[in-house]
Structure formats: C-alpha cells, structure tokens
C-alpha cells in the first residue's frame, strides 16, 4: 500500500509542474504585451513600469521560471495586480465557498442518485427502472449553466422561493444555506443521472454473482444483501466517478458562481481572466488543480484500500 | 417471509422528507424586500484600490463620492451636463481663468480623529496627484494656495475651461485627509485612512460592499441610512436578480433596454445617466488602398448606420454625429455625409478603384461583431469586399501604436470606441498631430484642428467652444477617414421606489438617489 501511495503521490507532483509550466507559459502565449493587457490601453508609463517590476517582467524569462517556481512551492503566489493583495490570501477567502458549492452539489447527487440506481437495479425494466433512466439520461444532457438559468428564473425570479444572488450573510447559516440550494441543485443534477446510472449498472453485474445468490439462499434480508454485500463491490467504479466529479464540479462552479453571484474559486478565475490579473489567473488555477489532484488521488486510494487488486495494477 | 427492507413508497417518502428539509431553511429566509431604508445595488468587481491617485475607476469612483469630500458635482441644466458646488463648499467661484477660489464648509470632520477638513488637505490630496496614476487630470495644475483654515485657492498654470468638470466633479477630485495619508504611509487600497460624508465603508471581497451611516456627520442626511452593493460581474446575472426583487437599481445592457422600453413591467423605470461613448469606423488615410479621399468618402456614404443601430444595438443607443457626446458643448446635430450608395459607386469609379478588398478589425464582441458584419453587406453592395478579422482586446488596442510593433501600416478599417468625460476637450485630444501613431489611428495632421485643440482648452465662452469644437469635428470628417456610428447609453433599470442619481459617465451616487 505504501509502495502503492508513493507512485500515486509521484505522478501527482509530475502533473502539477506540468500544470505550473502550463501556466507560467500563458502569460507569454496571449498576444501582446502582458503588463499593457493587464492595466489596459491608457495605462501610464509609470504603471507600465511597476506592474513589470512587480510581475518580474524586466528579468530574463528562465529566471522568471524560478522565482514564480520558488515563490508557489513557499505559498506564495505573488500578488494582485490591482489591490497589491498576496493572491494567496485572496484565494483562501473564496475557497470556502467552492468547496461547500461542491460538496452540497455531489452530496444532494449521491443521496439521490445512488439509491436510485439501486432501486433500478434491484427491480430492472419496472416503472422505477424506465422512469430512473429516462431521468438520468435527460439531466446527464442539460449542461449545468442552463439548469442554473432555469432554476434562477423558476425559483428566484419567478416563484422567489429562493435568492438569486450571493452566498448569504456572513455568520447567518440558514442565510448561507438558502443561498446554496439553487447553485447546488444546478450542478448536482447532471451528477443523480450520472450516479444512477453507474450504481444501476454495476448494481445489475454484481446481482448475478454466485455469492450474492448465496447470501440470498441462507436467507439473509434483501436490505443486507443489496448494502452489505451488493453495493460494497459495485460502488467501487462508482467512487472513480464521484472523484472525477468532484474535479467536473469545481469547473461547473465557475458557470453557478457567474449566474448566481457567488464567490468561489470559479468566478475568481473567470473575473481575473477578464481583467487580465495573471497572478490570480495562474494561482486560482494552480489551486484548483491541486484540489482535482488531490480529489482523485484520494479516491484512487479509497479503491486501492476497498480492493487489493487495484494495489498491484500500477 | 417478513420482508422489512427498503419500499418504493418508503424510498419516495424519504426522498420528499429529505428534499424538504433542504428547502426549509430557504423558505424562512426567502423574503427578499428588506425592511428599513436600504438600498441595494450591484457593482461589477471589488474595489481594489480606492485611492484617487491610483484607483481603476468605475466602482471606486463611486466608492470615494460617498465617503470623501469633493468641491464639485455634476448638474443638468436641460440636456447639457454642467457643474455646481457640492455640501463641502461654501464657496467655489472662478476668479480668472487660471485661479479658482473656494471656502470649505464650517464644522467637516475626518474619522478617526482626524479632526477637521482643512484646506490644506486640499492642497495635499490636489498636488499629490500630479505624481499618480491620474496626473493627466491635473497637467494643468500648479499648486493650491492656502490663505486660510477653510480657505485657499486652486492656481492653474494655464487655462484650462474643463478643469472643473472633468477634475473636480469627477473621482480624482477626492479630497483626503493629509495627516490619516501621513499615518497610512502616503497610499492606500480597500479601506479609507479617514472618510468625511454620509457613510462609512467595508467591503467583503467578492461578495459585497456596504456604506453604512456614517455617525460623525453632520451634513445633510443621504434617503437610505445603509447601502449593499453586491459584487455582479454579468450585466446580465445582474439583470436578473433586479428581475427576482434583489437589487433597486442596475445597469442594463442594449438588448434589455430595449425590451424594457417596449413592455415596462410595473414599478419599474428607466434612467439613463448620459451617453459618453462614441464609436465609429476608422479609416488609415495613409494605406496605400486608401490614400485616395475619395475611395474613402465612397465608404463614408456606402454604410448604413441606421441599419447598425438597429440590428446591432436594438434601436437603443444615439447616432452620431462626431466625436462630442450628446449633452456636450460641441455636439452636432448631423454629418456631412449621407448613406448612399449610389454616390459611393460614383466616387469610386472617379478614383478608378473596383475590385477593392479590405480587412476590418473589431474587438470580438457581439455588437461589434453585428456592426462589422452589417457594414460588410454594406459595402459587398457596391462593390468593396471586406474580410471581418475579430480581436481579441491585447492584439486590438495594439494594433494602431507605433510602439507595439508594425501592425499599423496594415491597419486598414477598423470599428473603436472611446469613453469620455463631460467635456468636449477630452474626446479631442486623441486626434491632434502628436497622436498619430499613437491614438490617432487613422493618422491624419491639420493645423487648424491643433490650433483650435488648444483654442477650446482655453477658451471659457461656451458658444465660442461650441463652435470650435463643431469645426474640429468638421476637419475629422472632412479627412474621409470616419464613419460616425453611436453613442451608446449609460442605462439603468430601477424600481420607481428609488430615484436614481448618476454621473453623466455612468457612475452612481448613492449619497444622492431618492425615495418614493
């Protein structure tokens, strides 16, 4: 297992200087000049002139490298363009508000989802079952920033059951809450379709097995047999996919963060791609990508520890 | 067999329990019309840095008028803007054309204890800023003479009609306090060292920022006792939440301006503060394709700008005349120059040009992008090809500077526009002879357009500089080189509840909306 958690935490430090090289590269790839993009075309000489102090611009590209490279590996990921914020402190404000974005979202997706791929498979081709798929096939097609337009214009605009805007008062739970169900819902539903699917299915495999036949013949109760037994081994595929979304989801939030007004990481990176703040750009997306990383590396880890074999497979 | 195991029913039953229980909170909290006297708007981003000297601008303005004395406002007196003084003076007179007096109101206090607002802290805030960001605001600035506790005078070192308007009125103009600047280290960002107006202010970044009442003034009390400005980056995010009774007030884009002006739902109206962008098409005199004038003015009369406000904009936006803004001093009432495309075919075959083809660069954005492709039909009608070539905002502001590279002797048409001040001298300054190459894109000289640039700065009669800036934009047109196209609006939706207050470039002032 040791062995097994080395090689995994290896390949995960290699995508993360890719991802760092990526992104240092960037500010060079967009055409023109980067400190005039930034502060825009009437920026004076002598903004010109500290952005690129600032932003290391003077300094020889290879050497820029490594002290963006020195900088991000001390948690410093410079600093604001325009507020001469650390952009570190920056993205700590918002990351609160992604993570419980995502984690809301995937949460009200596996409660739903994943008891009803059982109960299709449990009972194939019943009403339940056809109903289910329809159901998952249609909320896996509607991309999440059209459910977030829909329900924004269902329950905030029209019905105004729910905010539309915002995260919520700070310190007021229920407020924060309140906020969080229709952004939640909006990238979460795609997520029940997906999980039904994949429970259902390997829920539909697992059920032929002679150790579930034999469970069955002792006579044990059919509750114990799907969740003691059955969905033990067919939730295996199922927590690759729960880790991949959680990675999907923390794009989809850049989408419910936009149309709902919410900070979070997402609207961060879309609001500094906009304004051409590079620093908060390459950092916001650094730190999304170590969460992806570290989501799925968790996950891989979670299957390696439910099932041996996948131990010796890498 | 007892069989005690999960139900379809049971299942369901959960289900709706659960789903409810998630819902329960929202409800309780769900009424959306706050009580008491809050007003609550959207601001596109966080302030990041609220210093006059080295703020973005935009929201910051807005930011700095309700918790910094200023000695100026804009006015409408009829459809021109014009200025007045604010609460902070009692007096502000200009003596002469390079001294302008003014008498601070008695009993202005900073935060903090900071003690009173001095006239030399008009002196400070006013001199530092011929070393920030905005020192093109105060070129003409010499010093600011002292002569009293409250008193002093603003000593220009050359005429200069619009210093008041497009200085004083407008963010740079912020007067701080010279010893909080002094204990803040010179410079600050997202908090005031001191604020002296009716409310205070804290931001939560990405979130909001709030102006609550300020409890040391003593002015005249503002209608909302707290503002909550929420950070809505989308016009249209914020659009909707106006829609769903969660902002007062916001800024609308073209296209639902122009279904609110068709179907004004109840309780709701339109305010627009003024309309100080000008686009237009540019055309570079020097491009071999172009050199002729009259391959030019067959352009001029070959595009249909009706048809681009409608298609492009909704009919919402003026059309334009030159460069001045309406509500300026200067603004024509027409061009020269007509859609016809009849002439145009004629000026062409003059010049001897057929087959002509050539690329229009536009920033890739949806408006601009319907304008290039309306004026593309335009001109394919009478015989001029033109490839669109969409850009995005790096390589277009580029594109016509000599320092950024060679892409200006390519440049050929191109659709720009500019934002002003409510002044005409500003939207001239780009188009002097010292521009070329810089902002003047579509490189041009005329001494008399440089003799009357400096004549209208000067000059302090308004009809003598409305008729000199009408014969700069005369000289423009006559180059052949522009195709004037819009003025798009600076446009608010609001509740009718709330009386809204902008200054003519779209920034609001909370301190100045009303109620009911």
């Known amino acids: 297992m040791l062995y097994y958690l080395a090689k995994r935490l290896g390949l995960s430090a290699v995508v993360v200087c890719l991802v760092v090289l990526v992104l240092f590269s960037l500010l060079y790839l967009i055409p023109g000049d980067p400190a005039t993009i930034a502060l825009g075309p009437r920026a004076t000489e002598e903004a010109i002139a500290r952005y690129a102090e600032k932003m290391h611009l003077d300094e020889p590209v290879w050497r820029q490298f490594l002290i963006y490279i020195g900088n991000a590996l001390t948690g410093d990921l410079g600093l604001d363009v325009f507020s001469d914020r650390p952009v570190t402190a920056i993205i700590m404000e918002r990351i609160g508000f992604t993570l419980a974005l995502v984690f809301a979202g995937m949460g009200w997706a596996m409660l739903i989802g994943i008891p009803l791929g059982c109960l299709a498979a449990v009972k194939p081709n019943s009403w339940l079952d056809r109903v289910t798929g329809v159901l998952s096939v249609g909320t896996i097609a509607v991309p999440s920033f059209l459910v977030s337009i829909w329900a924004l214009l269902i329950f905030a605009v029209h019905l105004r059951w729910l905010p539309a805007i915002g995260a919520g008062e700070p310190g007021d739970f229920s407020d924060q809450l309140s906020h969080l169900v229709l952004p939640a819902f909006a990238i979460g539903l795609s997520w029940v379709g997906y999980l039904a699917r994949m429970v259902r299915a390997s829920m539909l495999e697992v059920m032929g097995e002679n150790y579930i036949r034999s469970a069955r013949a002792f006579g044990l109760h059919p509750r114990r047999v799907i969740f003691g037994y059955a969905l033990r081994v067919a939730i295996l595929p199922t927590i690759t996919l729960i880790g991949m979304g959680f990675g999907g989801m923390i794009s989809s939030t850049v989408f419910a963060e936009i149309i709902f007004a919410r900070p979070g990481i997402g609207k961060l990176i879309f609001d500094a791609v906009m304004a051409r703040n590079f620093p908060i750009v390459q950092g916001a997306v650094l730190v999304a990508t170590g969460l992806y990383i570290l989501v799925v590396l968790f996950s891989d880890i979670l299957i390696a520890w439910f099932d041996p074999r996948v131990r010796e497979s890498l | 067999m007892k069989q005690t195991g999960t139900t379809r029913r049971g299942f369901l039953g959960t289900t709706a329990a659960l789903g409810a229980l998630a819902l329960a909170p929202a409800w309780s909290t769900a009424a959306f019309a706050q009580a008491g006297s809050t007003l609550r708007l959207r601001i596109d981003g966080d302030n990041n840095v609220l210093d ?44 002469d054309a390079t001294h302008i007096d003014f008498e601070l109101t008695e009993g202005l206090t900073w935060s903090n204890g900071y003690g009173p607002v001095m006239a030399s802290d008009v002196k400070y805030s006013y001199e530092r800023m011929k070393d920030s960001d905005w020192s093109g605001y105060f070129d003409a600035l010499e010093r600011v003479d002292v002569t009293g506790d409250r008193t002093g005078t603003i000593v220009l070192s050359r005429p200069f009609a619009p210093f008041i308007m497009i200085t004083l009125c407008h963010g740079p103009g912020a007067v701080l306090s010279e010893k909080a600047m002094a204990d803040a280290g010179g410079k600050f960002t997202t908090s005031f060292p001191a604020v002296c107006g009716p409310y205070t202010y804290e931001a939560t970044p990405g979130q909001r920022a709030v102006f609550s009442a300020n409890p040391d003034w003593t002015g005249p009390q503002p209608a909302f006792d707290r503002v909550e400005c929420n950070v809505i980056t989308e016009v249209k995010a914020a659009e909707l939440a106006f829609e769903a009774g969660e902002l007062d007030c916001t ?107 050539v690329t229009l660069r536009t920033l890739n954005n949806q408006e601009r992008m319907l304008s290039a492709q309306i004026i593309q039909a335009n001109l394919a009608a009478v015989g001029i090809t033109v490839n669109v070539l969409p850009l995005d905002s790096g390589p277009f502001w580029e594109m016509g500077q000599e320092s950024k590279g060679d892409t200006w002797k390519d440049l050929e048409l191109w659709i720009m526009r500019f934002g002003t001040t409510p002044d005409p001298y500003e939207a001239t300054q780009w188009f002097t002879s010292d521009q070329v190459g810089v902002w003047n894109w579509e490189r041009w000289t005329d001494p008399e357009f440089d003799r009357l640039y400096e004549e209208g700065i000067n000059e302090t009669d308004m009809q003598k500089r409305h008729d000199i800036y009408v014969r700069m934009q005369e000289i423009m047109e006559n180059t052949g080189a522009y195709v004037w196209i819009n003025h798009e609006p600076e446009a608010f939706v609001h509740s009718t509840s709330v009386g809204v207050n902008a200054a003519p470039s779209g920034e609001l002032n909370y301190r100045r909306f009303t109620q009911g």
């Not at chain 2, 071999?288 to 700008?305: G, N, S, T």
Request: with cysteine; charged share 20%.
């Open chain 2, 52 to 95: 006059p000297g080295f703020m973005t601008g935009g929201t910051e303005i807005e930011a700095q008028k309700q918790c910094l004395p200023f000695l100026a406002q804009y006015a409408r007196d009829g459809e021109t803007f014009t200025w007045e003084p604010t609460y902070f003076v009692t007096r502000l007179e200009q003596r």
């Open chain 2, 251 to 357: 800024e609308v884009g073209a296209d639902t301006l122009a279904r609110y002006t068709k179907d004004m739902p109840e309780g709701t109206g339109i305010a627009v503060a003024g309309e100080l962008q000008y686009m237009w098409m540019g055309m570079n005199t020097e491009h071999p394709k172009l050199q002729d004038i009259r391959v030019r003015q067959a352009i001029q009369h070959a595009v249909d700008v009706d048809t681009i406000l409608q298609g492009a904009y909704s009919g919402t936006t003026a059309k334009s005349h030159g460069i001045i803004c309406p509500g300026l001093t200067g603004q024509r009432d027409s061009a020269g120059y007509s859609y016809d495309p009849a002439r145009a075919r004629e000026l062409l075959a003059e010049a001897g040009v057929s087959g002509l083809e």
